[in-house]
């Protein structure tokens, strides 16, 4: 791991259990000493507001957990005895609730952070496959809590997400019934999903660890994308980082709880205040915003088997993105051409949730068969020919020069410190 | 780092304290709603009262409802019953206060302090031995009154501790008579 | 100029057009409805009292809208998730104690089994949930031709009056105009499609037009004690107003919490921007 304990402490009592567990060490090493490019931008404030989105939503959960009933016929009541009787229940909800939306949209930045800076090529992809782990867990996670106010969009979104199990060849059938512990989305299906929806934050939480672990034997990547070459490139953690960190946070839970207390029902839907009718589906059923560019993908392909293997082959190319892309270069501020795909790959994600949030006919249907190959060309395509064709812009020697040249760039840094020679 | 040279706060240090009292503020902000909401709800405090209809009971009978989650004792106490309770003295008892809810915190542990003015007969306590929460057993015990078997604490027949590890006596809900025979609880 | 390197201007141009053009796409999706709201018309735009990051709830209104419900609405459609009591607390229509005692001992409930094993029927308590008109959906539906009218306890919030991204984020999901919008919306003269709609009544504010249940609300039917004209306007907003605190009772204490916290969040972000510029400000980034 980077960066070696120089902990030292006076007190015995530390000192005992220092010698006998270096926790002390570790987390002065890690947490508060770890050199980090000093030149991080505030899209790199989103890992630490995702650990703060997770921390929330269990915490929250834990709590509501204490209130809620995992049974047909009084999920969709407890839910409202929550809301209406428990002290401050109705702020620990929507708190819930809108923290899954919040989780994702930090989630969503996170990557697409990831993407622009190249932070998934070498030595940093098993960093980003522990990412899309940490994606997929999150998805299953976020699928399973809707489910469990018992509302119509919670049942037939259930129905119609398991049953896409049904596409599996020969055991499908067999493999949904399993899923449902019955023939229909029903009590046994709500109760393991409750205990799935508790347990499976916590396998996030190990995930995270090893996506922390990673993250600190290879250290971060930065703007630039150049590696640190030398102890001027870097500062420490602490204060420098944990008190950015700590400003872009204030400001994310602003956004959040402007949700919270002002719009606490816009990003759901208002059909889920209706309590579940397996007789009667829905007239649009929609999920959650966050899935809707995958919901999109799965329905543009009008083939049962293919749009679920469509659907999960668009996070499975993100696995295989760092063998994907051939570019030497890191840095989109580096790659002209790239930088320009990248932004239409971000349009065409939100066009797919757009076309997921309508029904599939006549021109919703083609603009989501148009975004879908899109998506895929993307990945499978231009990026693997960028890196073979483009002629990257010019790049400093290291991340103290590209630093000394922005300052330049602007005209002022009158005051600034000259940061050492460029090192090579 | 925020450390200054001088002993005098700086500007600097200023500005770092106030902006960790500020967080510290909405940490514990945070913390009220977490806690609070384990406190019962609406729903809970909603029932907090009820009312029993006691017409049917009979010299030498007992009941026991149900009132936030305990078991309450109502018994039509007989003539020997109440004679006994009255002939202790308050000086042999373990706990010398009432506790009961309707008089003074203060008021002493006599049979005419433990039930209601004009309706001694009828005594209502707490079904729940105040050692560690079981509920005692009716006309058992060493004094006629109740009998604990978890721990053994013996209870006279105005359901004060007498014997027994049990440190106070049976407490009395706050209840009224609302009519003759309708007592409300709460 | 090299033939490669205008060859390369010419892909940046090209691809600077194709995201401007994703780009404009985007943002007319953005203002275009989600949802394609077919010939059902918008809700009519209501200037209710509890709009806004400061609006609060009427009491009158709710307390009029109250006796509506109960006089009319209440006759066929259930409210299974407000307590008698919760007409009484903060932030609703606030009626004293007393009377809300009074309002719940009109009401019979099904209590029991006391000593003998039976089960009784004795008056409404304040703890009591609303008691519904018919024990079960299957009653309900086949009093009402088959129909099945919806609890009313979280109506305001399982509908949408108003569709679109944009429109929603600016002026919520309109579940209160869309309640006030059917109750004033019965048109006499229904287009003819040339459907047979039986007993359908025809209403432009309702999905598809065609709804089950008649015209409810008529002028003068309610005497409202505070003195207020019934009109069906009055009435309809009325009880759209008690709809809405039904379905959200703590909305008024979410916007005065939500305020603060907002305020809090201010500071404290001012404060840590400064902590962040202070301690940057020696480092060359």
Redesign the interface.
Known sequence: MAGHSNFETNNPLIKWVETRLPIFGLMQSQAMDFPTPKNLNYWWTFGGILTFCLAVQIVVGIVLAMHYTPHVDMAFGSVEHIMRNVNYGWMLRYIHATGGSMFFIAVYIHMFRGMYYGSYKEPRELLWILGVVILLVMMATAFLGYVLPWGQMSFWGAKVITSLFSAVPLVGEDLVVWLWGGFSVDNPTLNRFYSLHYLLPFVLVGVVFLHIWALHVTGNNNPTGISVKSEQDTISFHPYYTMKDAFAMALFVLVFAFFVFYKPNYLGHPINYQEADPLVTPEHIVPEWYFLPFYAILRSIPHKLLGVIAMFASIFVLVILPWLDTSRVRSARYRPIFKQFFWLLVIDCVILGFVGANPPEGTWLLVGQIGTAYYFLHFLVIIPLLGLIETPKPRPTSISQAVLDANKGKGGGADAVPSAQAAE | ??VSDTAEPTR?DF??I??GA??AV?AA?VAW??V????P????R??ASIEVDVS?LAEGQSITIKWRGNPVFIRYRTAAEIEEARSVSIDDLPDRLARNANVSESADASDINRTATGREEIIVMMGVCTHLGCVPLGEQGEFGGWYCPCHGSHYDTAGRIRKGPAPENLPVPAFEFVGDNIIKIG | MTAASEGRKFTMTTLKQLTAAAGFVLAALCISPVLAAGDTHEAKDVDFSFEGPFGNFDRGELQRGFQVFIEVCGQCHSMNYLNYRNLAEEGGPEFPEDQVKAIAAEFMVMDGPDAEGEMFERPAKPSDFFVAPFPNVEAARASNGGAYPPDLSLLAKARAGYHGTWNQFINGAGGAEFIYSVLTGYEEEAPDDGEDHGALAYNPYFPGSWIAMPQPLFEDMVEYADGTTASVEQMSRDVSAFLMWAAEPKLEARKRIGFQVIIYLIVLSGLLYFVKRKIWANVDH
């Open positions: 780092m925020a600097r500005l770092f106030a902006t500020v967080g909405g902000a709603p977490l609070s909401q384990m406190n709800d609406a729903s809970v909603a029932l049917a």
